[in-house]
C-alpha cells in the first residue's frame, strides 16, 4: 500500500520549535517533488512549503519564511517540516504530499499522493 504518515503534531504554546515528519511506505520519496500543505478549520488548504527531489532547492511560502523550513532525507524515506517561531496562526492540519513535477509546487491539484494529516495546535 502506497502511503504518507505525517507524525509530530500536538498542542503547544507560541514561540518555541516543532518539527514535524513524513514517511514514505511502498512509495520512494526520492522519485518525488515533496510538499506540505496545511490547512485550518474552514479554510482551504494552502501550501506550505516545497522541496527538490535531490534537496538542492526548496521553495517556502512568504507567510512562513525565516520560520519554517523543509528539509528531506531520502535514505530514511522522510521529509520534515521544522517550525520555529509558532504563532496561534499556524494553527492545522499539516499534510505532506508526492508530486512527479515541479510544474506548480504550490498547487494541490499536481499532487498524486497525500498523508494523512497531523494536527498542530498553537495556543497564545
Known amino acids: 500500500q502506497v502511503q504518507l504518515v505525517e507524525t509530530g503534531g500536538k498542542l503547544v504554546q507560541a514561540g518555541g520549535s516543532l518539527t514535524l515528519a513524513c514517511a514514505g511506505s511502498?512509495?520512494?520519496?526520492?522519485?518525488?517533488?515533496m510538499g506540505w500543505f496545511r490547512q485550518a478549520p474552514g479554510k482551504e488548504r494552502e501550501f506550505v512549503a516545497a522541496?527538490?527531489?535531490?534537496?538542492?532547492?526548496?521553495i517556502v511560502e512568504d507567510s512562513v519564511k525565516g520560520r519554517f523550513s523543509i528539509s528531506r532525507d531520502n535514505p530514511k524515506n522522510t521529509v520534515t517540516l521544522q517550525m520555529n517561531s509558532r504563532k496561534p496562526e499556524d494553527t492545522a492540519a499539516y499534510f505532506c504530499?508526492?508530486?512527479?513535477?515541479?510544474?506548480?509546487?504550490?498547487?494541490?491539484?499536481?499532487?498524486?499522493?497525500w498523508g494523512q494529516g497531523t494536527q498542530v495546535t498553537v495556543s497564545s
Open positions: 522541496i527538490g527531489r535531490s534537496a538542492t532547492s526548496a
Open positions: 511502498g512509495l520512494t520519496i526520492s522519485n518525488y517533488y
Open positions: 504530499a508526492a508530486t512527479y513535477t515541479s510544474r506548480s509546487l504550490s498547487d494541490t491539484s499536481e499532487y498524486v499522493t
